[in-house]
């Protein structure tokens, strides 16, 4: 089935209802429904897949793609750069989790494939750019991953609307709309794939986000997108610039996030005093979802910019 097919599916399904809804109820079930559509269109543009789902969170979207996945079988997190899901979920459904090493937080492609070879996991779950700030070899990723007959889920939470957020290179792509995510709508997430079957069995019994007035934040939130990535985008090499002499993680990259490793106590204090001086918010690693080494993580993308 195509996207426009699952539209028009939609579409008929809308007809189908308002026929048996009585009339005061039947302008805000159709404005619910078209914004629904035109939000799975902006997400089909935005990631390539066809079969989307919009959940009430990001990581529900987790947990069903990880429910495709049988009872007892190993499944491949990262090291460092995820996010705190990715070791709560595993146990939840029976799976077990083995974490991938990573190169402060890229994935090192090595142990992958050694751990592939030797451990046969059913899935590796990762987030591109790691930690917000590590861009991945999404493309090696999925070679490897395929070879080996491993499903690959890709949390795009911090590249939607950029191009690390690539549907080709993923069975599963999940996201958060959720509170200082790229997409700010503090509710929501999708679960995505260019599998209609696969989709189906993620999905089957989770719950729907169909409220009108969440859909309607969601939009909004969507189409702010490149305004909201071009000024974190701006202001993250303004960070990067005024901290050159210090030692920046991945500056290079695309991300969201500005991870400065310190070697002591006099450095990290020079870091803290920055960001208080500009009033930027900052949290300490090591940390799991930034980075296992002493630094400190300046969370550009918690800023809004209508209020700088």
Request: hydrophobic share 35%; aromatic share 6%.
């Amino acid at each position: 089935m195509s996207f426009t097919i699952l539209c028009t599916h939609y579409q008929s399904q809308i007809i189908k209802t308002l026929l048996n809804i009585p009339s005061p109820m039947i302008r805000d079930l159709l404005h619910q429904n078209i914004t629904k559509e035109i939000i799975l269109k902006e997400i089909h543009r935005l990631t390539s897949h066809p079969y989307i789902e919009i959940t009430l969170r990001g990581n529900a979207a987790i947990t069903a793609a990880l429910s495709v996945v049988p009872k007892g079988s190993t499944i491949l997190i990262p090291e460092e750069g995820g996010w705190i899901h990715y070791e709560k979920a595993p146990p939840q459904l029976g799976l077990k989790a083995v974490k991938v090493s990573c190169d402060d937080a890229r994935i090192n492609l090595d142990d992958l494939t050694t751990k592939l070879t030797e451990l046969k996991p059913s899935a590796f779950l990762y987030q591109n750019p790691g930690g917000y700030f590590a861009q991945q070899p999404m493309t090696e990723i999925y070679d490897i991953c395929k070879r080996n007959n491993c499903l690959v889920i890709m949390d795009v939470s911090g590249s939607i609307g950029t191009s690390l957020c690539d549907g080709s290179y993923a069975d599963f792509l999940v996201c958060s709309f959720g509170e200082e995510k790229l997409v700010e709508a503090k509710i929501g997430g999708f679960i995505s794939s260019p599998d209609e079957r696969l989709l189906h069995q993620a999905t089957v019994g989770i719950d729907h986000l169909d409220q009108d007035e969440l859909l309607n934040s969601i939009l909004k939130e969507i189409r702010n997108l490149p305004e909201r990535i071009r000024f974190l985008t701006q202001k993250r090499k303004k960070v990067i610039a005024d901290l050159k002499q210090f030692d920046v993680v991945h500056k290079e990259d695309m991300g969201f996030v500005v991870v400065i490793k310190f070697s002591d106590t006099d450095e990290k204090n020079k870091i803290i005093e920055y960001c208080k001086k500009e009033k930027l918010e900052y949290t300490e690693c090591p940390r799991y979802i930034r980075l296992n080494s002493p630094a400190i993580s300046i969370e550009v993308k918690r800023l809004e910019s209508e209020i700088l």
